[in-house]
């Protein structure tokens, strides 16, 4: 999601450039200096050239193309999720789970290591953190009030629930990035918001429930 409030859960992208590099060698052609037999005063012509060894050529390109089928395949199945608590969501940007980000392993480190547990949060969902800043209706209805006075008309309305998930996701933001600049948008972890949706859901039938989701800045 965005630091405005939208209802979105730091997307990079690499451009690698490909670079080739060619060799030359070069032989003497001076066969009247040879035998017949092809030798040089007992010599072999190409005896000591040293060997080449082959290797196959990779292609970035390939490389691309597998990591993109590897990616694509987070819609099919949740091998990808360690917590246990993720579900597939719409976009590959947001099948991901919270064991590999890790500004949200560091919040899990923190309160094991503060408020001395007997051991480490698997989940950030798990994290008492969590439960006390990203669910906690009138923690969100402070945090709503001054994200309503620092936006003003820029700030997204709407009915209580989808208020409610707006402020969720803008505070497990701030609490794991801190602040974040302009237009940079992080995919959140899907068991987070997952539960996020599941404490403030629509009205209506689950099954009917339609959610905007993740966006980049510029779509």
């Not at 000591?48 to 199945?77: A, C, G, H, M, W």
């Not at 789970?97 to 890790?102: A, F, G, L, S, Y």
Request: proline share 6%.
């Amino acid at each position: 999601m965005d630091l405005n409030g939208n209802d979105e859960h730091i997307c990079t992208s690499d451009t690698e450039s490909e670079s080739s590099s060619e060799t030359s060698s070069c032989s003497s052609s001076n066969d009247d200096e040879y035998s017949p037999q092809g030798q040089i005063l007992g010599l072999l012509p190409y005896q000591f050239e040293p060997v080449v060894d082959t290797i196959p050529e990779s292609s970035e390109s390939d490389d691309d193309y597998s990591s993109e089928q590897k990616d694509e395949s987070r819609l099919d199945n949740l091998d990808w999720c360690q917590c246990e608590h993720c579900q597939i969501m719409d976009r590959v940007e947001e099948c991901v789970c919270c064991h590999e980000i890790p500004e949200i392993m560091n919040k899990n480190e923190e309160v094991f290591e503060t408020e001395k547990l007997k051991e480490k949060p698997n989940c950030i969902t798990d994290n008492p953190g969590f439960a006390g800043g990203c669910l906690n209706r009138w923690a969100l209805q402070i945090a709503w009030y001054h994200y309503k006075q620092q936006y003003g008309t820029l700030a997204t309305d709407g009915p209580e629930h989808k208020r409610n998930r707006h402020v969720a996701y803008r505070q497990l933001t701030r609490w794991c990035w801190g602040i974040l600049g302009k237009e940079i948008r992080v995919p959140l972890p899907s068991c987070a918001v997952s539960c996020i949706r599941a404490h403030f859901p629509p009205p209506g039938l689950e099954e009917d429930f339609e959610f905007e989701g993740f966006h980049f800045a510029d779509e």
